[in-house]
């Protein structure tokens, strides 16, 4: 009856946090043609390219507090702890952040010429950085509200500062013709406002009454999450600055039309992910609060995690398998002809995001082990060394197919290792031999979809096969994943 409950939620809630964050990938989607027609593929470059820089310097500023923020607060015994722990994480983040966007603008502008090829960084990097240190705020009440299991909560958040980004950019990009410049200060304006929405819901305490022990176990959890987060965004944007370096910023636009349809398959990984986090914890402090002669419950409670785990990836798997299939034709309708190549790295860039649903079900136990997290610096930096080899190597060769391609060989390595580490470190009893099944299906099925988009241009005819293909490998794969009758079971909800 547990395995039934925890499962739901991670249904439930992961079907929430999905359709929340298609809807924050939607409002891009809608952004597609508007961008098309006021920026080009030269300021969509810019623009993928300064959220690239904003993402790297939120890890800094950030420091892996927001890990802290989700795993030590399991370790804290009363709501009174609880709320110490928070105040200190914000007091701390709040002082540090004001620092550190001071002493990049005093001494960074060299540095953000030279990544961005000529771009100043006043106006354009400093409202991205301001944007973005305000926006660290509002993903830690996010994160409260994943922690709390309260997805409708997380959704409102979500919907309105969405859906206020989508206005607000619409009025500066296409009314007042702002161009590039006008999508950074929409944003950067929106996140202020929201930062501030954020810290009257979560009502920290005075800054200067850090709890200075939280906050060194904080930082003690959260600093070896900064080169693996700084590394595995890396090997997420490589890529594009690749691109940019030996193609432009035209390429790096049609790169990134393309990378954001695929992107959706990541939303819906990392959303199951997020539901599945809290869950994970908790069933193993049940694991480590069980009695040593109740041996019989702790194997259930170890095969309700693995079986979570390989749900995640197949639904992760289908979902791209889904997306896909309708990647070109959703393209052609909403781009003009600069982005006609864009369809083509989404099935490539699907395949890694696969992987990547593989190393989330695993990494949940990296995560949860301690020790472990020292690890996972080492083991993405070598897979960022991985990827930017490969895109320096097929970049020049392929375009932009060869950076989609290092980028499935660089995810594949990140999550063969992270298996390797995560049985290690605590090991689980996966059933090897169904993930095994299930990869091969979901690939096949890419690859399927793939020769039908390059080689049958008739837009029903294709759509027809597309459509069979996508229903013969979702059987398989959940036929061959041993799942069919339990999932049906679940999406049931019956007691």
Known sequence: MQHKSNLKKILLNGGIYSTTRIFEKASGFVLIPLYAAYLGADGYGIISLLSVIGSFYAVLVTQGLNGAWVRLRFEEANPQGIKKLE??????????????????????????????NGLEYSPLGLLTLTGVSATIFIELLKRKYQIEEKPLHFSVITFSYTIIVLLVTIYFVAYLKRGALGKIEAACLISIVFSLISLLILKPKSPFLLSKKRIMNSLVYGLPLVPHAIAGLTNDVADRLIITHFLGFASTGIYSMGYQIAFVGTVIASSLNQALSPIFIKTMKQIESSEATDTQNIENLKNEVTKNGLVLIVISGISCLIITAYARNLLELLTNNQFSDSWRIVPIVSAGIIATSVYFAFSQSIFYHKKSIRLLPILTIFTVLVNITGNYILVPIYGIVGAAWSTVISNSFLTLIAMVIAQKNLPLPYNFKQLFWVLIFLYLGLISLWFVDDYIPELIIGISIKTLIVFIFVGLTIMFSGLRAEIKQKLAFKK
């Open 87 to 116: 105040s200190s994480i914000i007091g701390y983040l709040s002082i540090t952040t004001v620092i550190s966007l001071f002493l990049f603008s005093t001494f960074g502008e060299t540095l953000f010429i030279d990544i961005t």
